[in-house]
């Protein structure tokens, strides 16, 4: 049996993503539980996992696309997905370095699978409908994320404990893999339904001497760096309303969807949502008001996500696209936005440092960093059908 309906398969590949995220932010929750079942104490311990999960989406960001030329796009996403499923080790692991490998190989497999995302909806979908497919798969990652946060105990009190959820999910992960191995998936097409190479069409040199390819990186990273930083050192800050991003990060996404599909031209939206993101960014790092926190944290999840929609179909418009480069165009993408993000993230816990547990000049920093997709918006190309949108206006 082989499985041809491409919306049976986005639902495997939406439903990786989200097993995905359960894993990772389930086994993140429970990880003070984790170190305590290991004897392990050191807060220098628990940050080296951070600095090797970082470390597995920087190198798996940039080598995913090598893998999907030696191996072809739907075996490629099959390694990510066994990958994955190798956080089942986690809720088990008998000592600390096992812990750090399963949650290194486990943050592989999550690299690779975003970036797999792009040549499967190149793939399977007409161009009118990818913007579309775009952003469900855009939301994936917030959906695994916000069930784990909202729902993490009463999955503990259904399965018996923590360890039972999370081989759950990791179990839940595999049989998904197994399904995708059942797709049929063709040799790669350009956007004009012509076989290309995988390997000789775009390659990796090319992608470097790519200006496209830097600046759609740059644009994303300073809302990357604080999107990390929010889940990562505002609540040590005393700020503690970032689960309200995760929420209307949702809602964000589905209006971004809705909005892409009726308005074609790609940069207004992505301009826009860049600049209430700096302003609220603003409000919600320097204000004492804690309602006033919670609205610039809803505002924050809703503009953070309005355009990522838009914002991942640009590639696809591009002309003469490709699955080979599409591949390394999101390759390149992930990896330069988590590379100028952890720098950031670094500069950040600096900062703080240098200034006895200050985190003034920090909130500066990634104020002024979080304006990278609004100053990007005027440096990217405008893809959406200009034609389109002059005819809606008359």
Known sequence: MKITNKYVVETIVFFSYVLFAMAWVGGTASMQSIMLSLDVHSLAAASFISGAVTLAKIVGTFIAAWIAIKLGVKYAFFVSSLLITIGILTPYAPNYELLLLSRFLMGLGGAFMVVYFNPIVLQFFKAEERSTINGINAVAFNIGTAIVLWQMDSINQL??????????????????????????????????NTPVSASADYSYAQGLKDRFNWLYGLAYSGILAFYICLFTFYPK?????????IGFGIIGTIFGIIYSKKVPLRLPVIRWSGLVVVLSTAIFSFSELAWLQTLAAMLLGFF???????????????PKMTSARITIVFSMFYSISYIISTLILWLFGLLVDLNQGDFSWAFILITLLSSTLFIGSYFLPETGDKQSATQGEN
């Open 159 to 192: 399965t018996g404990n923590w360890q039972n959820s999370l081989v759950l999910f990791s179990i839940a992960s595999f049989i998904i893999a197994l399904l995708w191995l059942l797709v049929k998936f063709e040799q790669p097409v350009t956007m004009s």
């Open 304 to 318: 953070i996500f309005l355009p990522v929609t838009a914002l991942v179909t640009i590639p696809h418009e591009l």
């Open 237 to 245: 800050a005393g700020i503690v309303q970032s689960k309200w991003v």
